[in-house]
């Protein structure tokens, strides 16, 4: 079965920083889907980035990118320039192709120091 | 018009009531998903329906039972809850898994937080 785990159940950034949350996942599969969810403090959980396995070249978004390491089955998140409005649990999921079965970890929760 | 609503936002609720937690899209998807969230615990996957047919139960209680009508609409109906049940309930939609317009994303509601007493 596949899991993912995120080992940091929370970080803190200053703010206009750059800080890093790590997700790894197990899997024996070679076709899926990686995202990582933001879920604000009593608001909806919104996708903040998503990465298809096949493809080699690490997804992007603003301030937000992801370092895939396939073979170690490691797929962190990289914010830069953390913003006040960046703080929140985030939320490593996989998915696999063919499937509607995510599977989340267990959040890490930023908080982002003025 | 939010893309995904779910009422109530909060209920509390006897080990012995019935109650029911609706959930309604308006993003035209024709997948969507129940979700218990927990504390320190990795979201749950409770129930999914794509085009009204459940396609996944993941060994969820009887005491929960889901009802799809059409695409749009989920509900979960609730009776003889246990304290341990308590938890924030997610809903979510995304297009069905052949659609082009499928790019893997999950929409979320903002949840119903369900307390048992």
């Known amino acids: 079965a596949q899991t993912v785990t995120q080992s940091q159940p929370e970080m803190s950034v200053q703010e206009a920083e750059t800080v890093t949350l790590s997700c790894t996942y197990d899997?024996?599969?070679?076709?899926?889907?990686l995202f990582w969810y933001k879920q604000p403090p009593s608001r909806q959980m919104i996708l903040v980035i998503r990465?298809?396995?096949?493809?080699?070249q690490n997804a992007t978004e603003n301030r937000f990118s992801v370092n895939f390491q396939k073979a170690a089955k490691s797929f962190s998140l990289k914010i830069s320039d953390s913003q006040l409005g960046d703080a929140a649990m985030y939320f490593c999921a996989y998915r696999s192709s063919g499937t509607y079965k995510y599977i989340f970890g267990t959040g890490t929760r930023l908080k982002v120091l003025a | 018009e939010t893309g995904v609503t779910q009422t109530p936002r909060h209920l509390v609720m006897g080990m012995t009531n019935k109650k029911s937690l609706k959930c309604e899209q308006h993003?035209?998807?024709?997948?969507m998903y129940w979700y218990k969230q927990s504390a320190k615990k990795p979201l749950e996957l409770m129930f999914v329906?794509?085009?009204?047919?459940?396609?996944e139960n993941n060994s969820v209680p009887s005491r929960f039972s889901p009802e799809c009508p059409n695409s749009s609409h989920l509900f979960l109906h609730l009776h003889t809850l246990q304290p341990e049940d308590s938890a924030l309930y997610l809903c979510?939609?995304?297009?069905?898994?052949?659609?082009?317009?499928?790019?893997?994303?999950?929409?979320f509601g903002e949840g119903s937080r369900l307390t048992v007493l």
């Open positions: 979510a939609s995304s297009h069905f898994i052949g659609s082009l317009a499928n790019t893997g994303e999950l929409f």
């Open positions: 990465q298809e396995a096949y493809k080699q």
């Open positions: 329906y794509n085009f009204k047919e459940q396609t």
């Open positions: 899997t024996s599969e070679s076709d899926y889907y």
């Open positions: 993003l035209g998807h024709n997948a």
